[in-house]
T-cell receptor, first 114, second 113 residues
Framework: GDSVTQMEGPVTLSEEAFLTINCTYTATGYPSLFWYVQYPGEGLQLLLKATKADDKGSNKGFEATYRKETTSFHLEKGSVQVSDSAVYFCALRRSYNAGNMLTFGGGTRLMVKP | DAGITQSPRHKVTETGTPVTLRCHQTENHRYMYWYRQDPGHGLRLIHYSYGVKDTDKGEVSDGYSVSRSKTEDFLLTLESATSSQTSVYFC????????????FGPGTRLTVL
């Protein structure tokens, strides 16, 4: 079945450091890929998405490129801020999916120190 | 922000008691979902609905039932709560299938003693 694997956290960085959170997936066909962010005490919010191979999703300085050859969708940001502290979830949606259902990774907690 | 509310936001109950969580949306979206969030497991789908009175099971449906009598409301029921159902529960909504994202509610923290 479908699965998403993320690096375990927590990831602790200093402000202005470079961020990479790894995400790899297993799925049949050509899934769409997503990064969601969860701030403390809140629900998940879509951060970015990519719907086909080599697409780059970007938002708020974050980027991720859909790499079909390595089945990866790593999240990157050039300079993190304290306000980026949150839990980040990688997710996929299979191409033929009548219920529009998502499969999530386990989440990676990011802590940014001033 | 998508108009999704969940009630209650926090609940403590005892093993063996019935519990119902409510999700209410004002977006008129067709699809609604219930997830549970547990450390190390991310979010796992419990049940989902693709229309009024149309529901289906997700990955972890045992011990849960759902109902959707109106487009805007999706109820999750634990008929007899167990300690393994202590979790944070999230409702989500989505428009018709395709490349549409899911929008999430604020969550309900349930503790079963």
């Amino acid at each position: 079945g479908d699965s998403v694997t993320q690096m375990e956290g927590p990831v602790t960085l200093s402000e202005e450091a470079f961020l990479t959170i790894n995400c790899t997936y297993t799925a049949t066909g050509y899934p769409s890929l997503f990064w969601y962010v969860q701030y403390p005490g809140e629900g998940l919010q879509l951060l970015l998405k990519a719907t086909k191979a080599d697409d780059k999703g970007s938002n708020k300085g974050f980027e991720a490129t859909y790499r079909k050859e390595t089945t990866s969708f790593h999240l990157e940001k050039g300079s993190v801020q304290v306000s980026d502290s949150a839990v980040y979830f990688c997710a996929l949606r299979r191409s033929y999916n009548a219920g529009n259902m998502l499969t999530f990774g386990g989440g990676t907690r990011l802590m940014v120190k001033p | 922000d998508a108009g999704i509310t969940q009630s209650p936001r926090h609940k403590v109950t005892e093993t063996g008691t019935p519990v119902t969580l409510r999700c209410h949306q004002t977006e008129n979206h067709r699809y609604m979902y219930w997830y549970r969030q547990d450390p190390g497991h991310g979010l796992r789908l419990i049940h989902y609905s693709y229309g009024v009175k149309d529901t289906d099971k997700g990955e972890v449906s045992d011990g849960y039932s759902v109902s959707r009598s109106k487009t805007e409301d999706f109820l999750l029921t634990l008929e007899s709560a167990t300690s393994s159902q202590t979790s944070v529960y999230f409702c989500a909504i989505s428009e018709t299938s395709g490349h549409n994202e899911q929008f999430f509610g604020p969550g309900t923290r349930l503790t079963v003693l």
